[in-house]
């Protein structure tokens, strides 16, 4: 499991959960690895760590530059940075929805726009966006992170429309939810969080919550080279959250 050996990669959101295992995995499979998080030192043996905010284009444009000039290159982006919101259509005020739509949407253009002139000389470049099963199945409590995640679908469909004559893969992953530090604050903050993550558990299939080493398995597939036929495809790591319906 070396196939990513002689390669460099960028992972947003790098310094915890989802973003923390795809760094780790890569590295393991023998990238060079570069993380973009608000956080400094993340935990896996990356071999470069940035602070940039995916919601400020200069702080990214610096980010991506020093990525590929000490990487000597990008092959593989992997954009999982991404904040939640929880509420009905009526819960979040304007500003919430502009800062969440910056982040989770207009965050992976910037990174990706960035990227590209490092992605375009690559021979095996691949960009992965993480999405999420809300994208597609409606929940109670979560429109506006729903949205978002709708709009990082489309998004990655017609980027892998437009890059695909230049090299480029893009694809998707979504996870159903995964036990990560966001989801743990969310449970703190329930009334009942014992309860909370039973109901959690229990709306996918498999009866337990995603695991973030799972949605890096899935993210490394779609960037590998090995997958060099697949773009445009969106990878579900949901339990069956979007496909089954068991008997209650």
Avoid at 9 to 19: E, Q, Y
Avoid at 123 to 150: D, E, Q, T
Avoid at 162 to 176: C, F, L, Q, T
Wanted: charged share 20%; glycine share 10%; net charge negative.
């Amino acid at each position: 499991m070396n196939e990513f050996v002689g390669m460099a990669a960028l992972v947003t959101g790098g310094a915890s959960g989802i973003g923390a295992a795809t760094a780790s995995l890569l590295v393991e499979r023998g990238a060079r690895v570069a993380v973009l998080d608000r956080e400094a030192t993340p935990s896996s043996a990356v071999t470069l760590a940035l602070v940039a905010d995916v919601a400020d284009d200069a702080s990214v444009r610096t980010a991506v530059e020093r990525a590929a000039g000490e990487l000597g290159g990008i092959d593989v982006l992997a954009n999982v940075a991404g904040i939640g919101a929880g509420g009905d259509v009526a819960a979040n005020d304007d500003d919430e929805w502009r800062h969440v739509l910056d982040v989770n949407v207009v965050g992976i253009a910037r990174v990706t726009r960035a990227a590209l002139p490092h992605l375009r000389r690559s021979s095996r470049a691949a960009i992965v966006n993480v999405s999420s099963a809300l994208a597609v199945v409606g929940v109670p409590n979560r429109a506006l992170y729903s949205a978002s995640k709708g709009a990082v679908l489309a998004l990655s469909l017609a980027m892998a429309a437009d890059h695909s004559r230049e090299g480029i893969r893009v694809n998707a992953v979504v996870p159903g939810t995964a036990d990560t530090p966001w989801v743990g604050r969310l449970l703190e903050g329930a009334a009942d969080p014992v309860a909370e993550r039973a109901a959690l558990e229990a709306r996918q299939p498999i009866g337990r919550l995603v695991t973030a080493e799972e949605v890096a398995e899935a993210i490394a597939y779609l960037a590998s080279p090995r997958s060099g036929s697949t773009t445009g495809t969106v990878l579900a790591v949901d339990g069956g959250m979007a496909s089954l319906r068991l008997p209650i």
